[in-house]
């Protein structure tokens, strides 16, 4: 039996991704699901049912971005395989997608609220831009489609009712984002119940930051 090296990694760094995502309570329950794409224009995936706390090399599985069909060796793919079939297929910079219910997180995308990205250095780089998407029953073709609209314009997704769905170019990065974004919601929930009002940084600041910084390379979108 031929053993796949580089997807044995990309099964660990996924492992080790919801332990992560766990361990800072960006993940509860069987909640939540994680992917990475492969070098063979597919992507892996964790199973149906699989707790991302405690996930083992074969809880994931391998969906083509070339077929689309369920695949039918393995574990059965989270039923969200169509929300990661339209960012990567949409998206082709993207290496990585996680999909959870963090608790700050989740109050804001069910709500009406804003999220800032001016309150400091890693919210105006990872929460540059935000899309909401309109509720859509989980796993279903509409919520994938609805997901494709805005996949262009944003690396995060607050999903309406339901969670968030945060991408970037690779799981470390995605990682930060997803970090970022529940930093920033709690923030704002606890500034709010505070009466603390917080300041903003100007648009120039926010600009001259993200050209001029040295930061991160400055993310290129369409439109």
Known sequence: MVIDKKLLELKKQLQETGKFMMEYN????NSGNISAKTED???LITAS???LGDLDVGDFAECSLEVNEIPSL???PSKEVPMHQAIYETRPDIGAVLHASPLYSTLIASSHLDIPAAWFVEGMYYLERIERVPYAHPGSIELGELVREKAKNANILLLENHG???YDTSIKEAKMALQTLEMACRMLITSRNAGIVLQELSD????SFLHDSG?????????
């Open 74 to 76: 393995g574990p059965k």
């Open 49 to 51: 049912g699989t707790y």
């Open 26 to 29: 960006l993940a509860w329950g």
């Open 204 to 207: 120039n600041e926010i600009q």
């Open 41 to 43: 224009n597919s992507f």
């Open 215 to 223: 930061y991160k390379p400055r993310r290129k979108w369409e439109n």
């Open 164 to 166: 968030v769905l945060v």
